[in-house]
């Protein structure tokens, strides 16, 4: 079964950049489609960016508009959301997981989170 857990998480002024981790404990991290969620204060949780298991294709939510990349390195099982001109409006707990869509049902797996707020 696959183990997940982010880091990275801070706070940021607007505008300002982060990087989130995340490291997959599993033996075949490679064989995944892996997703960033994010859930904010009073929030459903929704859907942020997937990478497929190659990193050949990746899709992101509308929001993103272009601010953040989604990676991952297969050879150290670790995945990655470089976040940046932050928002206020992104602050949320990020959590990764496994799966492939625009949902969170569409996951499983889920890490613990890293929070990320950014104050303007």
């Known amino acids: 079964q696959m183990q997940l857990v982010e880091s990275g998480g801070g706070s940021v002024q607007a505008g300002g950049s982060l990087e989130l981790s995340c490291a997959a404990s599993v033996r075949t991290f490679s064989d995944f489609n892996m997703g960033w969620l994010r859930q904010a204060p009073g929030k459903e949780r929704e859907w942020v960016a997937t990478?497929?298991?190659?990193?050949?294709?990746?899709f992101y939510a509308d929001f993103v508009e272009g601010r953040f990349t989604i990676s991952r390195d297969n050879d150290k099982n670790m995945l990655y959301l470089q976040m940046n001109n932050l928002k206020p409006e992104d602050t949320a707990t990020y959590y990764c997981a496994e799966g492939i869509g625009n949902t969170p049902q569409d996951y499983d797996h889920w890490g613990q989170g890293t929070q990320v707020t950014v104050s303007s």
């Open positions: 990478i497929t298991w190659t990193g050949g294709s990746t």
